[in-house]
Nanobody, 123 residues
Framework: QVQLVESGGGLVQPGGSLRLSCAAS????????VGWFRQAPGKEREGVSC????????FPADSVKGRFTVARDDVENTVHLTIHHLEPEDTAVYYC????????????????RGQGTQVTVSS
Protein backbone atom coordinates (compact mmCIF):
# COMPACT_ATOMS: atom_id res chain seq x y z
CA GLN A 1 0.00 0.00 0.00
CA VAL A 2 1.38 3.37 -1.02
CA GLN A 3 1.40 6.09 1.57
CA LEU A 4 2.72 9.65 1.56
CA VAL A 5 2.87 11.38 4.93
CA GLU A 6 3.65 15.07 5.28
CA SER A 7 5.01 16.57 8.47
CA GLY A 8 6.71 19.70 9.72
CA GLY A 9 3.88 22.19 9.50
CA GLY A 10 2.89 24.51 12.30
CA LEU A 11 2.50 28.08 13.43
CA VAL A 12 5.39 30.35 12.57
CA GLN A 13 5.95 34.09 12.64
CA PRO A 14 6.45 36.07 9.45
CA GLY A 15 10.04 35.91 8.32
CA GLY A 16 10.60 32.51 9.83
CA SER A 17 11.42 29.21 8.18
CA LEU A 18 9.96 25.74 8.10
CA ARG A 19 11.05 22.41 6.70
CA LEU A 20 8.23 20.21 5.50
CA SER A 21 8.81 16.52 4.88
CA CYS A 22 7.10 14.04 2.62
CA ALA A 23 7.85 10.49 3.71
CA ALA A 24 6.87 7.65 1.41
CA SER A 25 6.16 3.99 1.99
CA UNK A 26 5.22 1.42 -0.60
CA UNK A 27 7.06 3.24 -3.39
CA UNK A 28 10.61 4.37 -4.04
CA UNK A 29 10.54 8.12 -4.53
CA UNK A 30 13.71 7.92 -6.62
CA UNK A 31 11.59 6.93 -9.60
CA UNK A 32 9.00 9.67 -9.26
CA UNK A 33 8.74 13.38 -9.63
CA VAL A 34 7.54 14.74 -6.28
CA GLY A 35 5.43 17.86 -6.34
CA TRP A 36 4.42 20.13 -3.50
CA PHE A 37 1.07 21.88 -3.62
CA ARG A 38 -0.76 24.14 -1.28
CA GLN A 39 -4.34 25.21 -0.84
CA ALA A 40 -5.58 28.04 1.29
CA PRO A 41 -9.24 28.45 2.28
CA GLY A 42 -11.21 29.92 -0.58
CA LYS A 43 -8.30 29.72 -3.00
CA GLU A 44 -7.38 27.37 -5.80
CA ARG A 45 -4.78 24.68 -5.33
CA GLU A 46 -1.33 25.95 -6.29
CA GLY A 47 1.76 24.04 -7.28
CA VAL A 48 4.70 25.53 -5.40
CA SER A 49 7.59 23.19 -6.06
CA CYS A 50 8.60 19.97 -7.69
CA UNK A 51 11.70 17.83 -7.83
CA UNK A 52 12.14 15.48 -10.74
CA UNK A 53 13.57 11.98 -10.65
CA UNK A 54 16.81 13.41 -12.06
CA UNK A 55 17.07 15.98 -9.23
CA UNK A 56 15.98 18.92 -11.35
CA UNK A 57 13.69 21.19 -9.40
CA UNK A 58 10.98 23.52 -10.48
CA PHE A 59 9.06 26.25 -8.69
CA PRO A 60 5.93 26.98 -10.65
CA ALA A 61 4.71 29.85 -8.50
CA ASP A 62 6.50 33.19 -8.93
CA SER A 63 5.60 34.05 -5.33
CA VAL A 64 7.87 31.32 -3.99
CA LYS A 65 10.91 31.58 -6.22
CA GLY A 66 13.99 32.26 -4.17
CA ARG A 67 12.28 31.29 -0.91
CA PHE A 68 11.47 27.61 -1.41
CA THR A 69 14.05 24.87 -1.77
CA VAL A 70 13.39 21.20 -2.33
CA ALA A 71 15.66 18.23 -1.83
CA ARG A 72 15.56 14.47 -1.67
CA ASP A 73 16.74 12.25 1.17
CA ASP A 74 17.22 8.94 -0.60
CA VAL A 75 18.15 7.09 2.59
CA GLU A 76 14.90 8.07 4.29
CA ASN A 77 12.82 7.90 1.07
CA THR A 78 11.71 11.43 1.83
CA VAL A 79 11.51 14.77 0.06
CA HIS A 80 11.92 17.97 2.04
CA LEU A 81 10.52 21.37 1.19
CA THR A 82 12.19 24.22 3.04
CA ILE A 83 10.42 27.53 3.12
CA HIS A 84 12.35 30.66 4.02
CA HIS A 85 11.10 34.17 4.76
CA LEU A 86 7.57 32.97 5.40
CA GLU A 87 4.78 35.41 4.65
CA PRO A 88 1.17 35.38 5.87
CA GLU A 89 0.20 34.60 2.26
CA ASP A 90 1.99 31.26 2.63
CA THR A 91 -0.66 30.09 5.08
CA ALA A 92 -2.22 26.95 3.60
CA VAL A 93 -2.37 23.18 3.76
CA TYR A 94 0.71 21.84 2.03
CA TYR A 95 0.73 18.40 0.55
CA CYS A 96 3.02 16.32 -1.60
CA UNK A 97 2.18 14.15 -4.55
CA UNK A 98 4.05 11.86 -6.94
CA UNK A 99 3.97 11.21 -10.67
CA UNK A 100 6.00 9.46 -13.30
CA UNK A 101 7.76 11.58 -15.86
CA UNK A 102 8.66 15.25 -15.60
CA UNK A 103 7.39 17.74 -13.07
CA UNK A 104 4.05 19.41 -13.65
CA UNK A 105 2.06 22.06 -11.82
CA UNK A 106 -1.16 20.24 -12.71
CA UNK A 107 -2.11 18.24 -9.64
CA UNK A 108 -4.40 16.01 -11.73
CA UNK A 109 -1.34 14.41 -13.29
CA UNK A 110 -0.12 13.09 -9.94
CA UNK A 111 -0.88 9.54 -8.89
CA UNK A 112 -0.40 9.50 -5.12
CA ARG A 113 -1.05 12.29 -2.65
CA GLY A 114 -0.66 12.76 1.06
CA GLN A 115 -3.16 14.22 3.51
CA GLY A 116 -1.28 17.45 3.97
CA THR A 117 0.23 19.50 6.76
CA GLN A 118 -1.04 22.88 7.91
CA VAL A 119 1.26 25.89 7.75
CA THR A 120 0.08 29.03 9.48
CA VAL A 121 2.10 32.23 9.29
CA SER A 122 1.01 34.77 11.82
CA SER A 123 2.42 37.10 14.43
Amino acid sequence: QVQLVESGGGLVQPGGSLRLSCAASGINLDYYAVGWFRQAPGKEREGVSCIGSTEDSEFPADSVKGRFTVARDDVENTVHLTIHHLEPEDTAVYYCATKFGPCSDDSAEYVYRGQGTQVTVSS
